[in-house]
């Protein structure tokens, strides 16, 4: 059963809308502070710090929202967080100095926390074994082309001149018309509210399941890379890729990447669903996004584009490649969840993530600024390896209701 049998199928459509805009309205808001006509052009260290205290307000909040809508439900929550978001952007738009982007930043980091735990929530609420990768894997898609038309689209845009201030104002309105939308279109998927559950209570039994204490060597190097990502393509473009790329170059490379990722995370999703395993799925996507940023790294240093587009295949292929670890690790994590604390394991997930987007960009700006570009790849280079490793000791849970492996036993 995909996601046209669902009986949550409009709200889950209305879910990867929402999801796809306020992922667009905050990447476009990274893209532009990376930019140099931002604020005079802030330091690698500044946008890093920005980018650091987005993920700590995150990891300090994302335990409360995730287990809160365990205890109330998920839209009230996911709502407030598409308008918090909204206004983060819009504070990004009118910041007077650098200074001030810390605080603004913080907010960011609440919305993302309440946003987050919320939507997978519900995905997982409305999802089944058959299923599960394929649902996760449309969130990776939506947050995919969040990226794309957010971080991608700001970076042209920026390329073609425009102002950093109206770019900031589109994303932030846009972001409330999305609360709009989820507050008339998205229904409650928690089925048995629990109003007398301890919060601390749920995050102590999901904290201690042995299932969730493998999954951190694997899923922390994960999203480090990916905050590694975020935080140095702007300034990679500039500083390596505008002599030897046109902006129509730029264009046909995004496109032929982004459109290749799309359709490895559709048909890895499914085919994970269909065989019934996670980890190699997750191992064969770190692998070819490995290859693809070595590539990417080594035509960077060498200054010359005209070798890898003679082998252009190759790109769009590996593309695909990466596109098989987003919905596998995703389903992974709900293969495990229980229902009545599922809201604390996304919460737990969260942290997660925002451990990695401290690590990613802090590593990355060291890398950088120490090493240049064979920095970042011998970095990249082991983050890989870590997660591989990891994969190998994290146990298959699809189709298995194990009892959970507690760090007592």
């Known amino acids: 059963m995909g996601l046209r049998a669902s009986e949550h199928r409009l709200t889950l459509i209305a879910l990867y809308l929402v999801t796809m805009i306020m992922r667009a309205s905050f990447y476009v808001t990274i893209a532009v502070i990376q930019s140099h006509s931002y604020l005079g052009g802030l330091t690698e260290w500044e946008v890093a ?8 307000t995150e990891l300090a909040t994302v335990s409360f929202f995730g287990s809160y809508s365990d205890k109330v439900g998920r839209k009230p929550i996911l709502i407030a967080s598409l308008f918090v978001t ?11 100095t650098a200074a001030l982007l810390l605080p603004f930043a913080a907010i960011f980091g609440i919305g993302a926390a309440s946003k987050v735990t919320t939507t997978l929530s519900m995905i997982a609420d409305a999802s089944g074994e058959d299923n599960r990768a394929r649902l996760m894997g449309y969130y990776d898609l939506s947050t995919l082309m969040g990226l794309a038309g957010g971080y991608g689209l700001g970076i042209l845009l920026l390329q073609f001149g425009l102002q950093p201030t109206p770019i900031l104002l589109v994303a932030a ?85 982004g459109g290749a990722l ?62 098989s670890f987003p919905p596998a690790a995703m389903a992974y994590l709900t293969d495990i969840s229980e229902e009545e604390s599922r809201g604390s394991t996304m919460g737990v997930y969260s942290i997660f993530f925002g451990s990695g987007m401290i690590i990613g960009p802090a590593a990355g700006a060291f890398a950088y600024t120490s090493y240049g570009l064979l920095g970042l790849a011998v970095l990249v280079a082991i983050l890989i390896l870590i997660a591989c490793i990891g994969t ?18």
């Open 392 to 409: 190998y000791f994290m146990p298959e849970a699809h189709g298995i209701k194990a009892e959970s492996m507690t760090s007592n036993e």
């Open 173 to 257: 309105t846009a972001c409330a018309i999305s609360g709009v939308i989820a507050y008339l279109s998205i229904k409650e998927t928690r089925k048995h509210v629990q109003t007398d559950a301890r919060m601390s209570d749920l995050l102590r039994e999901v904290a201690s399941d042995r299932r969730i204490q493998l999954m951190l060597p694997v899923y922390v190097p994960i999203i480090s890379l990916y905050g590694l990502l975020i935080a140095n393509v702007e300034r990679i473009l500039e500083d390596h890729f505008e002599e030897i790329l046109s902006n129509i170059d730029l264009i046909i490379l995004f496109a032929m990447l």
């Open 49 to 56: 710090a920005v980018l650091i205290v987005y993920p700590v």
């Open 86 to 96: 909204g206004a983060a952007a819009f504070l990004f738009a009118i910041a007077p």
């Open 262 to 323: 799309v359709l490895g995370i559709i048909t890895m999703g499914h085919l994970s669903d269909y065989i019934g395993k996670r980890r190699p799925f997750i191992v064969v996507g770190l692998l070819g996004f490995g290859f693809l940023a070595y590539l990417l790294f080594t035509t960077a240093e060498a200054g010359d584009f005209s070798g890898l587009w003679a082998i252009w295949p190759v790109m769009p292929l590996l593309g695909f490649t990466a596109g």
